[in-house]
């Protein structure tokens, strides 16, 4: 005999979990609550209503197939289905049984993936780049003058050291890098360097090439 406590306790629980998921994913995902032992009102409860049914709605045909057969799937999940105005949707399916092994209840979500569709083309359009960038790297982002710390910084690492152990030649050679990039046209650049290196700023002119010494 059916424990009708038992499933009273089970759809009770389920009615949180449909109220929970529906307000998380609102309103792109309807999220509905069958009773399979009632297949003929099996709908109980809906939660951001996008398919038109109704409290009281009959079981739907994968209902019905958890009805008749005990062994089908407990769980389905991203399956293609269609809402009724043709809406493309994507499914998942979740049957709940009692402790005698029958399904007792279904959550069901559907998520109107027409609406995301139409989001992803406009998001496509909105980041495409149709003309070549100038030959430049350019970047929208305000250049600092703590750059050129990370610039030696990462100029040591390549060469197993730190900023305070490169030999004359690598720091001359730094220098010519942080010129070309334009870093060195920084204000307090000069004095990043010297801390960096930890020399006087003095020193620093001796590092620089000879056409951007002052």
Known sequence: MPNLQENQLLLREARKIVDALGQTFAPLVEVVLHDLTRPEHAVVAIANNLSGREVGDAATELGLARITNPDFPEVIQNYANRFPDGRPAKSTSIGLKNS???????????????????????????????????????????????????????????RNTTPMGLNLDQRRDAMRELAASGLLDLRRALSEVAQTLGVARSTVYTYLPQEDRP
């Open 100 to 158: 005698d092994g029958e399904f007792v209840a279904a959550i069901c979500l559907n998520m109107d993936v027409s609406m995301l569709g139409a989001m992803t083309a406009g998001l496509g359009q909105l980041i495409r780049t149709d003309t070549p960038a100038p030959a430049v790297n350019e970047s929208l982002a305000p250049r600092r003058v703590e750059e050129v710390r990370t610039v030696l910084e990462r100029y040591a690492a390549a």
